[in-house]
């Protein structure tokens, strides 16, 4: 050595990995913890709701009680009218009953549970499909089929599937199968991988011309290695971004579904079956399209501003604030 | 240091030069149209010829875009080539399989430009550097950790900087990380490509001499591909200058420095700036621009902007004239010598 060592070793700040900073971030971002809080609520929400309506039934969804049909939202239930055993926990309708008197907060506490797991599932098999396609298309694009490239194949594939209206798409094969809460999640989840695909595969173009890419092919990795150790950790913040907000859409696609009576069939209520119930009573009884709507309202923006807040955290040309 | 020290004398009994390129052709297709067709070539390296010799440090200039890069890429076969041979210790590179080519790869490694792209954001320097013995089975566990450790402290980082992350880093410890993770397989061959050119001048002086202390130690030979004459100059031992894809001139560092043949040599050399200010130095002025290697000049690929441009610089290419002696190793490719 030609100097002293300790000439040029520099103090560091304290060690951060890309992850914590990203936390750090994120937790600056009001709207974005707000939209946090709201998600973390409504996961609780979601499976109490499933073990309290369904398992240790404390709040029923299904008691008919036509005497108490259209009370508004905090009303008591009169002891004369309704048997005892049917009546609601606590004796109070929290959010009212509707026009067969069963108890809306129950009804909406079962659909909370349906329309998380529809968008983590429908999300969850677009995301399959999409970084599954993607990455092939991106990392060998360029093996030939004849006269066309895997590139080629699977991003006209992707460009014929978004030609589809998705909603209608969607429609059309719902009507054809039978109604069941698990062909709605494939449904929806077959329908939208596409952007999914589209961006794993810019990721991953982009990456693969990244000199660590290349420095890891030249120290002799194999391919596998390259994709799962070094590129798919750094593809994988957007892909969490679009999935947050894609569960948003999952969740409107199902409601739009439900309202339309296209989705998860009656008496198992969720907050678009609920909605669409309702709408025949808008000015007798506002509560019961009311609260669907604004449950779903929130839920959707909650999920849209995490969104937002993880694509700002990620962002690496934002770093370093 | 244990174990990181190289195997001296040529395995398999191989002498003469480590790295020998023959006619190294790449062209990149412009593909256009419905099903991707070729429409044209870029002939990013026309037809290049070198050697290294074990030990050597062999730099290679010219200006962006005129396929340096390309050469040094192509070199290791991360590239695949057009045309033309490469062989490493007497191995033809481009016959490999993907087997004996990953075992290759072990002896000849790449220090990229930008430190800032060169190291993978999400990992730890210690995983960083330990790759490269991991992916080759070399060590594990409290061995692998101890060798990282090593590396790190020849390169100049401590090893405390283990955990850390490539973004917590200045630009000159990236540097160094890159050139831990080049040497941790022991390699004989390290192409630097641009490796101080994205450094502040203090930073480069440290690494240059981190690189001329590794070569003493480890016997390494250097492709160095720069943009920077002076660095060539303080470093190389031979000089190659290349334009649009095709070597102009290859000579001894002090031969190219004193005795530049070539025109476009000449005009190179003249663009460089010398520290004395008062040292008046005639600036030769190249006409035009460089022009695309889409659709390069025929003949002499210089005869555009050349001052001495003669009728038949114009159809014929250039040949190999040896100036002096053979020995000497001043190689041009220039019609004014072959009289």
């Known amino acids: ?321 | 240091m244990v174990d990181v020290k190289p195997s001296d004398g040529q395995p398999g009994g191989h002498a003469g030069p480590l790295l020998q390129v023959t006619n190294l052709k790449k062209y990149f297709p412009v593909r256009s149209g419905l099903f991707s067709n070729v429409s044209a070539w870029v002939k990013a390296v026309d037809d290049v010829t070198f050697d290294i010799r074990p030990g050597e440090t062999f730099g290679l200039v010219g200006e962006s875009g005129c396929g340096k890069t390309t050469v040094g890429r192509t070199v290791l076969r991360l590239q695949e080539p057009t045309g033309g041979d490469v062989s490493f210790e007497g191995q033809d590179l481009f016959a490999m399989d993907a087997k004996t080519l990953r075992a290759t790869r072990r002896r000849m490694q790449i220090v990229f430009q930008d430190p800032y792209s060169s190291l993978n954001p999400r990992m730890t320097v210690g995983s960083i550097v330990g790759e490269p013995l991991k992916v080759h089975h070399l060590a594990k566990g409290r061995d692998l950790t101890d060798r990282v450790c090593q590396l790190l402290n020849r390169v100049g980082l401590r090893p405390d900087h283990y955990p850390r992350y490539p973004h917590e880093f200045s630009g000159g410890q990236r540097q160094r990380i890159g050139i831990a993770r080049a040497l941790a397989l022991n390699p004989k061959l390290i192409v630097c490509d641009e490796a101080v050119s994205a450094l502040d001048v203090s930073i480069q002086a440290q690494i240059i001499n981190l690189l001329k202390d590794l070569q003493a130690e480890y016997r390494l030979s250097y492709l160095f591909i720069t943009h920077d004459l002076n660095v060539v100059q303080y470093l190389a031992d031979r000089i190659a200058v290349m334009y649009l894809g095709k070597l102009a001139e290859v000579a001894p560092a002090a031969t190219l420095f004193s005795d530049a043949k070539h025109p476009y040599t000449q005009a190179l050399l003249s663009a460089n700036p010398l520290p004395d200010p008062t040292v008046k130095h005639e600036r030769i002025l190249l006409p035009g621009d460089v022009p695309t290697p889409l659709n390069p000049p025929t003949g002499c690929r210089f005869h555009t902007r050349c001052p001495h441009v003669m009728e038949h610089c114009k159809t014929i290419d250039p040949p190999l004239i040896q100036i002096g002696k053979p020995e000497a190793g001043h190689k041009v490719w220039c019609h004014l010598y072959s009289g």
């Open chain 1, 1 to 321: 050595m030609t100097e002293d060592p300790k000439q040029y070793v520099e103090e560091l700040p304290p060690s951060e990995t890309p992850w914590q900073e990203s936390l750090r971030l994120f937790r600056k971002d009001r709207l974005a913890l707000v939209g946090a809080y709201v998600l973390v609520l409504l996961l609780f929400t979601a499976v109490f709701g499933k073990v309290l309506t369904e398992w240790v039934v404390v709040f029923d969804p299904e008691v008919v009680r036509l005497p108490e049909k259209f009370l508004p939202p905090l009303t008591f239930s009169s002891t004369d009218d309704v048997p005892a055993h049917d009546r609601p926990f606590g004796g109070i309708y929290l959010l009212g009953t509707d026009e067969l008197g069963r108890d809306v907060f129950a009804r909406m506490l079962q659909g909370s549970f349906v329309s998380l797991s529809i968008g983590f599932i429908a999300v969850g098999i677009s995301l399959a499909i999409g970084i599954l396609l993607g990455g092939l298309s991106g990392f060998y694009g360029n093996v030939r089929f004849g006269v066309v490239t895997v590139d080629t194949l699977i991003m006209r594939f992707t460009d014929v599937m978004l030609c589809f209206p998705t909603f209608f798409l969607i429609l059309t094969v719902v009507a054809l199968l039978p109604p069941s809460i698990y062909n709605i999640m494939i449904v929806i989840g077959l329908t939208s991988w596409m952007g999914t695909a589209r961006f794993v595969r810019a990721e991953f173009l982009a990456l693969r011309k990244q000199d660590f890419v290349v420095a890891a092919t030249s120290v002799g990795a194999r391919d596998r290695r390259v994709i799962f150790a070094h590129m798919v950790p750094n593809a994988i913040a957007p892909v969490l971004v679009s999935a947050t907000i894609g569960v948003a859409t999952a969740i409107l696609t199902e409601s739009g579904l439900s309202f339309l009576g296209f989705g998860v069939q009656p008496p198992y209520a969720t907050w678009g079956n609920i909605l669409a119930d309702g709408k025949g009573f808008i000015f007798d009884a506002p509560w019961l399209f009311f609260i669907p709507g604004m449950a779903i309202l929130v839920v959707v923006l909650a999920f849209n501003l995490v969104g937002e807040g993880l694509r700002e955290a990620l962002n690496p040309k934002l770093r370093r604030r």
